[in-house]
């Protein structure tokens, strides 16, 4: 292996700018800004979330206040806090090419050095931009170095170290260092077993988050570390492209709350039930031709709500009788649906070959319900809403957030909320969050 400091990433991620930003990138981290704060929102109201601020108690307190919560954290509290609610319901956005989830892997520690530092809001959106430079084109690297799939938090901990040190004001050479450490240390996780046996293990993005804070902290320290793969001859060409390829505009936006794999049979079935005007209760049984990996998702009857995202027959099923896959189709009381159970059981799972020679660039899938009088419909090759070849904008997010909060906020919160996140970018991320949670409590929702 041949190693070269020669700091193309550090000098980057230190040196980027807002106003240098070209206009549809500055609007992408805008958008950005309202998914993750959406995702942070939702994950509040999970339990793995009520983990994290248990764990938080072990650490000391602190005066940073974070979405959704009422308690007061210290940095690294926080991050423990939001790494835990971040991508709890499997809302946040994704990429193809990682085959994961880079915004939900370092919004904790970007988040709470901004409110640590207090950083305008303008800031925090350029560091997400860098972050996500940092988070893809490590997971290219991590995943071809070590040659399996890895999950969310792998990467993650680079990334959020990477976030951390711009922002607390790390020179080159410490930003090095905490790459560096945040890399070797991280957490080596497995996608696929978590695919196959969904827990709160999901994606690994709490110990990512923990591992890039720590490394971040133990550079501020003195510990020193050297090398990481992004310095490798053999990877020169995933920075040569930093600053001209940000890879925010390349990242897929999720409309359902459950994995990514499980969107394309979710939107075939709500569309051809609406279309033809079908009743779950004419169904005789529903075939789903997908890819192998997307078959391989757990098809058990949930107890909890990782088991019901890292799923794909419990969503397809939900969508199927609900007509959505939310909040209120996830959260642990709604999974005793009788209706959605039995719904279950009518469901097989078809592996495409043709769909499977086209994975990771495309997921794709197609439905063919069958009636109980008899009546066969089958639905076009679907790929999921949302991709980047979409070209998503303002609008689409705006209208996946007022979706996605309506169980928490009437319509007066979520304007207001939105215009916290879309004007004013030299306001403190403080004031920020602040207005956010005092719109929770004001036009918050029973119901939520």
């Known amino acids: 292996m041949n190693f070269e400091t020669n700091y193309k ?30 995702a942070l929102i939702l994950g509040s109201r999970g339990e793995q979330f009520q983990n994290g601020k248990r764990l938080a108690s072990y650490v000391k307190e602190g005066e940073l206040e974070i979405p959704g919560c009422e308690d007061r954290f210290s940095f690294l509290g926080a991050v ?8 709890s319901f499997d809302i946040d956005d994704g990429h193809n090419m990682v085959k994961g989830h880079p915004g939900t892997s370092f919004i904790a520690g970007v988040m709470a050095a901004g409110l640590e530092k207090n950083v305008s809001y303008q800031e925090y959106l350029t560091t997400l931009v860098v972050a996500y430079d940092t988070a893809v084109r490590m997971g290219l690297a991590l995943q071809d170095f070590y040659k399996f799939l890895h999950s969310t938090g792998t990467y993650g901990a680079v990334a959020t170290a990477a976030g951390i040190g711009r922002l607390f004001g790390f020179t080159k050479e410490q930003l090095n260092t905490a790459i560096s450490m945040a890399e070797f240390h991280a957490p080596i996780t497995p996608v696929m077993r978590a695919v196959q046996y969904p827990s709160m293990n999901k994606d690994g993005v709490p110990f990512g988050a923990m591992v890039g804070a720590l490394a971040a ?22 920075n040569a492209s930093l ?30 039930m609406r279309e033809k005007g079908l009743k ?10 997908t ?14 709500t990782d088991e019901a995202q890292y799923n794909i027959a419990y969503p397809v099923a939900a969508a199927i009788i609900h007509g959505d896959v939310g909040y209120r189709q996830v959260n642990n ?50 790929s999921a809403s949302g991709e980047a070849s979409d070209h998503i904008d303002h609008e689409w997010m705006v209208n996946k957030f007022n979706r996605i909060t309506d169980p928490f906020l009437n319509q007066e919160g979520k304007a207001a909320v939105l215009s916290l996140l879309t004007a004013e970018p030299n306001r403190p991320l403080r004031e920020v969050i602040s207005g956010v949670n005092a719109a929770l409590e004001k036009y918050g929702k029973e119901e939520g």
């Not at 980027?16 to 998914?35: F, H, S, Y």
């Not at 799972?349 to 009546?375: C, N, S, T, Y």
């Open 80 to 87: 423990f806090a939001m790494g835990h609610a971040s991508n």
């Open 217 to 238: 902290l133990d550079t501020m320290a003195g510990e020193t570390a050297k090398t990481h793969l992004l310095e490798m001859d053999q990877y020169a060409s995933l």
């Open 280 to 289: 779950a209760e004419d169904i005789e049984n529903v075939v789903i031709h």
């Open 9 to 38: 990433l550090e000098n980057y991620i230190l040196n980027t700018q807002w106003e240098n930003l070209p206009e549809e990138v500055k609007q992408r981290a805008v958008d950005c800004g309202i998914d993750l704060m959406m």
């Open 333 to 382: 009381h709604a999974l005793k649906d009788p209706s959605v159970i039995d719904m279950m059981k009518r469901l097989d799972f078809v592996v495409d070959e043709e769909l499977d020679r086209q994975f990771p660039e495309k997921r794709l899938a197609w439905v063919e319900i069958h009636m109980k009088d008899g009546v066969t419909y089958k639905t076009r090759v679907y």
């Open 243 to 272: 600053g001209s390829i940000y890879e925010i505009m390349n990242l897929y936006f999720k409309p359902y709350t459950c994995c990514r794999w499980a969107h394309q049979p979710i939107q075939a079935c709500i569309e051809i």
């Open 291 to 304: 890819f192998d990996s997307a078959a391989q998702l757990s098809k058990i009857i949930p107890h909890e």
